[in-house]
């Protein structure tokens, strides 16, 4: 059931020699529509300095929101370092441009982030390639189409910018929040390659948006639990349902097998209340909605 997304191939990191702080790293030119480009070949990681957050309001390099350290425990923030990819064939996993990320409890189940990032700066990445660079236009107008209606899809998916290398399972709870300079698209969701049950190791809630001067981009993924789903993955059998031994599906009979458990526990989750999750989803709610970006 894996789903190659548009975004494939080669990404670069677009950015000036004034800005390099990678000493490892080699610049080179290139022309793209008679227009000359410098992009990293290579680079080394930078190391980035995490500040450890306390108390219930967070102010952190001009991004600022409020949130109940009871329910999300510390807050560690950190102004992540661009990752251009290293080749034509790997896949994107985290290339984002400089951007300022917020972690929960970053070490527990509980985990979940903020990232907030310059939509200019991440376009920059795919600019070594027009389809590429199409490509990110493309799933930016989707985004900006299921911010006004929420029911838009794409092949059956929510719009999601950054790259998940899988399929989304399902789709539940998905709901509209203004943020002081916005508005976010909220689901609740799981992805997956194989065929697994929908469970607590993997299911998430996850957030996006576009700030009103369609300068900055932000997204969150949350960890959740669900009282009635499996504790993880390796759970093979729930409710009458069980998964395929080799992984995926190979007969139309357990295809309609699996499409009805999947709308089976759709429903469930759709039906729960948002207390009925932990964290009560009104708490991400809460939070995001008291976002506020001053750069």
Same mark, same amino acid.
């Given at each position: 059931?894996?789903?190659?997304?548009?975004?494939?191939?080669?990404?670069?990191?677009? =950015?000036?020699?004034?800005?390099?702080?990678?000493?490892?790293?080699?610049?080179?030119?290139?022309?793209?529509?008679?227009?000359?480009?410098?992009?990293?070949?290579?680079?080394?990681?930078?190391?980035?300095?995490?500040?450890?957050?306390?108390?219930?309001?967070?102010?952190?390099?001009?991004?600022?929101?409020?949130?109940?350290?009871?329910?999300?425990?510390?807050?560690?923030?950190?102004?992540?370092?661009?990752?251009?990819?290293?080749?034509?064939?790997?896949?994107?996993?985290?290339?984002?441009?400089?951007?300022?990320?917020?972690?929960?409890?970053? $070490?527990?189940?509980?985990?979940?982030?903020?990232?907030?990032?310059?939509?200019?700066?991440?376009?920059?990445?795919?600019?070594?390639?027009?389809?590429?660079? #199409?490509? =990110?236009?493309?799933?930016?107008?989707?985004?900006?189409?299921?911010?006004?209606?929420?029911?838009?899809?794409?092949?059956?998916?929510?719009?999601?910018?950054?790259?998940? #290398?899988?399929?989304?399972?399902?789709?539940?709870?998905?709901? /509209?929040?203004?943020?002081?300079?916005?508005?976010?698209?909220?689901?609740?969701?799981?992805?997956?390659?194989?065929?697994?049950?929908?469970?607590? /190791? #993997?299911?998430?809630?996850?957030?996006?948006?576009?700030?009103? $001067?369609?300068?900055?981009?932000?997204?969150?993924?949350?960890?959740?639990?669900?009282?009635?789903? %499996?504790? #993880?993955?390796?759970?093979?059998? =729930?409710?009458?349902?069980?998964? %395929?031994?080799?992984?995926?599906?190979?007969? $139309?009979?357990?295809?309609?097998?699996?499409?009805?458990?999947?709308?089976?526990?759709?429903?469930?989750?759709?039906?729960?209340?948002?207390?009925? =999750?932990?964290?009560?989803?009104?708490?991400?709610?809460?939070?995001?909605?008291?976002?506020?970006?001053?750069?």
């Amino acid at each position: 059931m894996a789903k190659n997304l548009l975004i494939t191939g080669l990404i670069f990191m677009i =950015f000036t020699l004034q800005s390099c702080k990678s000493t490892n790293s080699k610049v080179t030119e290139i022309q793209i529509s008679g227009e000359t480009v410098q992009y990293l070949e290579a680079h080394s990681k930078q190391e980035n300095e995490i500040t450890k957050i306390s108390g219930s309001k967070v102010e952190y390099k001009g991004v600022s929101f409020s949130y109940n350290p009871q329910i999300f425990g510390e807050v560690e923030a950190e102004e992540v370092a661009k990752q251009p990819l290293g080749g034509e064939d790997h896949k994107p996993n985290e290339n984002f441009p400089n951007h300022l990320e917020f972690y929960f409890n970053k $070490d527990s189940k509980e985990k979940g982030r903020i990232a907030v990032m310059p939509i200019e700066d991440y376009r920059r990445m795919y600019i070594v390639s027009n389809d590429l660079t #199409d490509a =990110f236009d493309e799933n930016l107008n989707n985004l900006q189409r299921i911010l006004v209606d929420k029911n838009f899809r794409v092949k059956g998916e929510i719009p999601f910018m950054p790259f998940y #290398d899988a399929t989304q399972v399902f789709n539940a709870k998905v709901k /509209h929040v203004l943020f002081q300079d916005g508005k976010f698209l909220c689901f609740l969701t799981q992805y997956h390659q194989e065929i697994n049950l929908i469970n607590n /190791h #993997d299911i998430g809630y996850y957030c996006q948006g576009i700030t009103n $001067d369609k300068r900055n981009y932000i997204f969150a993924v949350f960890s959740v639990n669900v009282s009635f789903l %499996p504790k #993880d993955y390796y759970a093979e059998k =729930f409710e009458g349902y069980k998964t %395929p031994t080799k992984g995926f599906i190979e007969t $139309d009979e357990e295809l309609k097998q699996y499409e009805n458990y999947i709308t089976k526990i759709t429903k469930r989750l759709e039906n729960l209340k948002p207390n009925e =999750f932990e964290p009560n989803l009104k708490y991400f709610e809460e939070m995001i909605s008291s976002l506020k970006i001053e750069k």
